[in-house]
């Protein structure tokens, strides 16, 4: 069992930053990756970013924008994200998953067998 804690998630303008922490709890943390999710109202869950080792993926809408990083010693991932526009405004999750070899199945919710209770970011235009 693993659980996770979002945190970090809040109000700003936008072109603004936030960094997003995920606090990790129970099983030997460095063997799961680490992914993030957003879901706006009316949309469906999508997928931000995830950290498996030392590979990272990101949704294409985030490249160049969000940045995902682990420290296992802590059990933390983060995620931070800089030029914040009014589309990012979200509930944002951090879900653990197994470690995949396919690359694309970290982009499904379906994979990801625990989930934080998520943190709210809401971008001001």
């Known amino acids: 069992q693993v659980q996770l804690v979002e945190s970090g998630g809040g109000l700003v303008q936008a072109g603004g930053s936030l960094r997003l922490s995920c606090a990790a709890s129970?099983?030997?943390?460095?063997?799961?990756?680490v992914g993030w999710f957003r879901q706006a109202p009316g949309k469906e869950r999508e997928f931000v970013a995830v950290?498996?080792?030392?590979?990272?993926y990101y949704a294409e809408f985030v490249k160049g924008r969000f940045t995902i990083s682990r420290d296992n010693a802590k059990n933390m991932v983060y995620v931070q994200m800089n030029s914040l526009g009014p589309e990012d405004t979200a509930v944002y999750y951090c879900?653990?998953?197994?470690?995949?070899?396919?690359?694309?199945?970290?982009?499904?919710?379906?994979?990801?067998?625990?989930w934080g209770q998520g943190t709210q970011v809401t971008v001001s235009s």
């Open positions: 879900a653990a998953s197994t470690l995949w070899t396919r690359s694309d199945y970290y982009q499904d919710t379906q994979k990801y067998t625990y």
């Open positions: 129970g099983r030997t943390f460095s063997n799961y990756a």
């Open positions: 950290i498996a080792w030392n590979d990272r």
